[in-house]
T-cell receptor
Framework: DTAVSQTPKYLVTQMGNDKSIKCEQNLGHDTMYWYKQDSKKFLKIMFS???????INETVPNRFSPKSPDKAHLNLHINSLELGDSAVYFC?????????????FGPGTRLTVL | AQSVTQLGSHVSVSEGALVLLRCNYSSSVPPYLFWYVQYPNQGLQLLLK??????LVKGINGFEAEFKKSETSFHLTKPSAHMSDAAEYFC???????????FGGGTRLMVKP
């Protein structure tokens, strides 16, 4: 049973399109995250949600809109895709409220914008 | 603000040799520190974490790390490298509320036969 799953694994699309990435965790965790890994492998937090409430939004363009329909899901919708959005996007989850809790990562979604 | 610096974006060792991957952190509060490993085309997997209990932390696959407050370091070591250790390694620091991880730039470990 996969703990944190993401779909799709690969996404190739044209500039200007709108796309979504879905994330689900079956660990019963309260907190979920989106991270972006660029071509140099640098990882940066984009959003974090706790109990469906947005906690962190790290100066991400408002073309990116996370949506958490319930605690187990955190989807990422991207409008008007740009070349610079090409990256690997990771979803993660952890138990609520404490920095010592491990984050569990999904397998990633490789987004390529042409 | 918290930050993490990993010295050496690429480290190459021979199979059976000591692995040492360096990590220095900056944090205004006692840190929670993590090492994650990323194999090609995969997500991140936790190797070990420091949560202010023991300063020497043992993790999976024979890795360990030592927290040194005076040096603001959390270097990762393994006594004997194996070919299967070849991967990207990330050091990270967490804020107290668990709202985010701040990652270092990563170190690619290459293991020569």
């Amino acid at each position: 049973d996969t703990a944190v799953s993401q779909t799709p694994k690969y996404l190739v699309t044209q500039m200007g399109n709108d796309k979504s990435i879905k994330c689900e965790q079956n660990l019963g965790h309260d907190t979920m995250y989106w991270y972006k890994q660029d071509s140099k492998k640098f990882l940066k937090i984009m959003f974090s949600y706790n109990n469906k409430e947005l906690i962190i939004n790290e100066t991400v363009p408002n073309r990116f809109s996370p949506k958490s329909p319930d605690k187990a899901h955190l989807n990422l919708h991207i409008n008007s895709l740009e070349l610079g959005d090409s990256a690997v996007y990771f979803c993660a989850s952890s138990q609520n409220g404490w920095g010592y809790n491990e984050q569990f990562f999904g397998p990633g979604t490789r987004l390529t914008v042409l | 603000a918290q930050s993490v610096t990993q010295l050496g974006s690429h480290v190459s060792v021979s199979e059976g040799a000591l692995v040492l991957l360096r990590c220095n952190y900056s944090s205004s509060v006692p840190p929670y520190l993590f090492w994650y490993v990323q194999y090609p085309n995969q997500g991140l997997q936790l190797l070990l974490k420091y949560t202010s209990a023991a300063t020497l932390v043992k993790g999976i696959n024979g890795f360990e790390a030592e927290f040194k407050k005076s040096e603001t370091s959390f270097h990762l070591t393994k006594p004997s490298a194996h070919m299967s250790d070849a991967a990207e390694y990330f050091c990270a620091v967490s804020d107290n509320a668990g709202n985010m991880l701040t990652f270092g730039g990563g170190t690619r470990l290459m293991v020569k036969p």
